[in-house]
């Protein structure tokens, strides 16, 4: 079992709904949980990041993280084509006496005009 | 928000030589650096982790003598590869901060 998983995709949405990321996690000692967006040849760049049970919003971006479940989720309401990108789920916990961040694999989203 | 810089932006050499990539933190001190590598279509894989004035602990399966890495001061992280091969070519990316990238160094070898 991989330590964080998230569907490959393509997820394909039209413009103007709404897209939903999933992403589970292994480990029940992860402290935070991120989310990026990755544009083909590019750098990850930060989207938001949660660490308590329970949604935050940003913008379009509502995250949603259940630490029962072991599940953190990634909302995007009024999607844009220029949201097509990789998203990469995150999960930071304490290994080694330090904490790292360990990725998901990343769902490709592709928001049709 | 934190700012990391990478050079170079991409390299291409042949096989046998060695690459020094330099991730720098722009607008704080960083104690601690990761660096991660992406190969096409997969995820980020963090490679080792760079301590300023010690060893950089490095992941399972990752070479310490291969892949070189020196945090000589507060703003700077440097990752050698030495011998490269074309196998190493990939996508080389340096953290100074969690959740806070740099741009990325694309690295082929010929």
């Known amino acids: 079992q991989k330590e964080v998983e998230q569907n490959s995709g393509p997820l394909s949405v039209p413009e103007g709904a709404i897209a939903s990321l999933n992403c589970t996690y292994s480990d029940r000692g992860s402290q935070s949980f991120f989310w990026y967006r990755q544009y083909s040849g590019k750098s990850p760049e930060l989207i938001m990041f949660?660490?308590?049970?329970g949604d935050k919003e940003d913008g379009r971006f509502t995250a949603q993280l259940n630490k029962a479940s072991q599940y953190v989720s990634l909302l995007i309401r009024d999607s844009q084509p220029s949201d097509s990108a990789t998203y990469l789920c995150?999960?930071?916990?304490?290994?080694?006496?330090?904490?790292?961040?360990?990725f998901g694999s990343g769902t490709r989203l592709l928001v049709r005009p | 928000g934190a700012v990391v810089s990478q050079h170079p932006s991409w390299v291409i050499c042949k096989s046998g030589t060695s690459v020094k990539i330099e991730c720098r933190s722009l607008d704080f001190q960083a104690t601690t650096m990761f660096w991660y590598r992406q190969f096409p279509k997969q995820s980020l894989m963090l490679m080792a982790t760079?301590?300023?004035?010690?060893?950089?602990?490095?992941e399972q399966g990752v070479e310490k003598d291969k892949f070189l890495i020196n945090h000589a001061s507060l703003t700077l992280s440097t990752l050698t590869v030495t011998s490269a091969h074309p196998e190493d070519s990939s996508f080389y990316i340096c953290?100074?901060?969690?959740?806070?990238f740099g741009p990325g160094t694309r690295l082929t070898v010929l």
């Open positions: 953290s100074a901060r969690i959740g806070h």
């Open positions: 995150a999960v930071n916990r304490m290994m080694d006496s330090s904490y790292k961040l360990i």
């Open positions: 949660i660490y308590s049970n």
């Open positions: 760079s301590n300023e004035g010690s060893k950089a602990t490095y």
